[in-house]
T-cell receptor, first 111, second 115 residues
Framework: DAKTTQPPSMDCAEGRAANLPCNHS???????VYWYRQIHSQGPQYIIH???NNETNEMASLIITEDRKSSTLILPHATLRDTAVYYCIVRLRGGADGLTFGKGTHLIIQP | NAGVMQNPRHLVRRRGQEARLRCSPM?????VYWYRQLPEEGLKFMVYLQKENIIDESGMPKERFSAEFPKEGPSILRIQQVVRGDSAAYFC?????????????FGPGTRLTVT
């Protein structure tokens, strides 16, 4: 699986959009970008995934650049409950292997 | 639709005892994964199982750790002769086969404390 790079921490004001970047310059053509988050002491939570088109669900939007070397997870209206560590993971969608978690981005939503 | 269930949520063992951690996957899921998170560290994959089969145990410590996912009942992660370094949060995840993909859904974890 391709390696990802994320900033270690970010702040965002409550109610604003939180934009979390991820670099994955070595991504291959059949690898997807997945996002998970871990709220303190809880199990990781799946957020969204995508291949090359932008994706949106009830939790977030995922914007993937045209060259697929980077992506941005957008939480449109951040709340205090969105404070968590966010992990960007690149893997084969059909791959049923274990996830490789990096250090992620600790997103802190400020009141 | 119940999510992934793990029990116990908290487990205290003395050094040398055995620890058994249980994981019931989401309904319809036939793939189970175990991860370990040591204090102040990231999540590390341990083992991937399907019913009655270990598919990938590349992350499992070579000694004292074993896992199973029987035809009936929950998946079990077993740690024999626990040591203080085994104190960690152990998370189980499950996924389903088929066209909907392999997103993994995690349980709340079991926090193991070895005294």
């Amino acid at each position: 699986d391709a390696k990802t790079t994320q900033p270690p921490s970010m702040d965002c004001a409550e109610g604003r959009a939180a934009n979390l970047p991820c670099n994955h310059s070595t991504i291959s053509g059949n690898e997807y970008v997945y996002w998970y988050r871990q709220i303190h002491s809880q199990g990781p939570q799946y957020i969204i995934h995508g291949l090359k088109n932008n994706e949106t669900n009830e939790m977030a939007s995922l914007i993937i650049t045209e060259d697929r070397k980077s992506s941005t997870l957008i939480l449109p209206h951040a709340t205090l409950r969105d404070t968590a560590v966010y992990y960007c993971i690149v893997r084969l969608r059909g791959g049923a292997d274990g996830l490789t978690f990096g250090k992620g981005t600790h997103l802190i939503i400020q009141p | 639709n119940a999510g992934v269930m793990q029990n116990p949520r908290h487990l205290v063992r003395r050094r040398g005892q055995e620890a058994r951690l249980r994981c019931s996957p989401m309904k319809g899921h036939s793939h189970v994964y175990w991860y370990r998170q040591l204090p102040e560290e990231g999540l590390k994959f341990m083992v991937y199982l399907q019913k009655e089969n270990i598919i990938d145990e590349s992350g499992m410590p070579k000694e004292r750790f074993s896992a199973e996912f029987p035809k009936e009942g929950p998946s079990i992660l077993r740690i024999q002769q626990v040591v203080r370094g085994d104190s960690a949060a152990y998370f189980c995840a499950s996924s389903q086969t088929g066209a909907s993909g392999y997103e993994q859904y995690f349980g709340p974890g079991t926090r193991l404390t070895v005294t």
